[in-house]
């Protein structure tokens, strides 16, 4: 008999452990919502690598993460699964059923899940739907991003993708746009849940600026304009500098700062430095590295304008976290970005050009904002506020036998 409330196993490559607390940090706080509200577990595999540094920092860290974590009260498994770096990569998602099929079947002893709840298209979503056939359980996959932006569009990724968004009983999308490019790929829109990220009220909301910057060591006048996260070519920052360096003549106190780490895959940092030596502007554009989510607050807090460049997203979690703090932003219309950015007293959706952004940044620091009418509708959507949805949507697949598509 299937139950109102499901027994859900989470299954995702992106929720953070020992070695990378940093790592998914927005998938861990749905799913942490989530488990407030059922009975939950995580299976978060790794790939395996041996204790040597030979592979790479980044690999070794991966040998290092213990096999069992607790996370705030849920467990935490970390099962590994074999990665050849850059190679196979059309054989990912067998190799992570396979690699994780041990821990799923000893965790159903002690925790007969009732459904398999997996994050990202590929290879998650993928493994996710191998394992969900062989245990017979209904399947849920969260689409976030890049997984249907770029992947899908990938031939050695893309059938893999659609067999498996074809076999999940429910998909969620982050954003319109995402559900809209899942349908146009042959998928029911009847099984497509639009469920975009929320924020943490009680970590997100104004802070005096002066104190702000105070806490953060930076100079007390002068105009701000803050950017967040990972610092890949698709955020658009090289675009933010190009634009700073229009407005320095009619903002000479303006500086620019953007807090995130570095991204191996597609570093934007030579592109920020090239734009910012080409206007001469090196000594206010800032990099800064990643910071605690709980400091924060005090960078959206010293700024005046946030601006996001980017050439696509699902559901921007920054957009969300600066609109709390009560400050208006500049950004793109893709992804949710729309849904956050709905008016102008909240903010600017302009063209990810220079032209375009510079207009838009000289007009958001040249005019008087509502910090408080920007925070009040930035902070109305709480993670607990996408679990009860993301349960209302598990619970409502399990009231009928598991449909599969061919």
Not at 390 to 396: D, G, I
């Amino acid at each position: 008999m299937r139950h109102s409330s499901p027994r859900v196993l989470t299954f995702t490559t992106l929720f953070p452990n020992q070695q990378q607390p940093a790592h998914g940090l927005f998938v861990k706080e749905r799913i942490l919502a989530l488990a407030k509200l059922v009975d939950l577990r995580v299976v978060a595999p790794v790939p395996w690598f041996p204790r040597i540094r030979f592979f790479g920092e980044r690999y070794y860290r991966y040998a290092m993460v213990p096999a069992r974590e607790n996370c705030r009260g849920t467990p935490v498994e970390h099962p590994r699964f074999p990665v050849i770096p850059k190679l196979c990569k059309t054989v990912d998602g067998a190799l992570l059923a396979a690699g994780s099929l041990a821990c799923l079947r000893k965790l159903r002893d002690e925790f007969p899940f009732d459904i398999i709840d997996s994050h990202w298209a590929y290879p998650d979503g993928v493994a996710a739907a191998i394992l969900a056939d062989h245990f017979r359980v209904p399947l849920a996959i969260t689409v976030r991003g890049d997984d249907i932006n770029i992947f899908l569009k990938e031939f050695w990724r893309r059938p893999w993708i659609r067999w498996s968004l074809g076999k999940a009983d429910l998909i969620i999308a982050l954003s319109r746009e995402l559900k809209d490019i899942v349908v146009a790929a042959g998928i029911s829109p009847s099984k497509v849940a639009v469920i975009s990220n929320g924020i943490n009220s009680e970590t997100f909301h104004p802070v005096d600026r002066k104190l702000a910057r105070a806490r953060l060591g930076l100079p007390a006048e002068g105009r701000i304009v803050l950017s967040v996260g990972r610092l890949h070519q698709s955020k658009g920052y090289p675009i933010l500098v190009e634009a700073a360096g229009r407005l320095i003549g009619k903002f000479p106190d303006l500086h620019v700062y953007i807090v995130g780490s570095p991204d191996h895959e597609a570093d934007a940092r030579p592109a920020i430095h090239e734009a910012a030596v080409r206007h001469d502007i090196m000594h206010r554009v800032h990099l800064v590295e990643a910071q605690d989510p709980e400091m924060m607050k005090y960078w959206y807090g010293a700024a005046d304008v946030f601006c996001l460049p980017t050439e696509r997203e699902g559901s921007a979690n920054v957009l969300l976290e600066a609109q709390a703090c009560g400050i208006p932003s500049v950004t793109t219309p893709v992804g949710g970005n729309p849904d956050v950015i709905n008016s102008r007293e909240v903010g600017f959706l302009v063209r990810p050009d220079v032209e375009a952004m510079a207009e838009a940044v000289a007009t958001a620091l040249s005019q008087s904002w509502d910090t408080a009418r920007i925070s009040g509708h930035g902070r109305r959507r709480t993670w607990q506020t996408v679990a009860e949805e993301c349960r209302s949507h598990l619970s409502a697949i399990l009231d009928f036998p598991p449909r599969r598509e061919a």
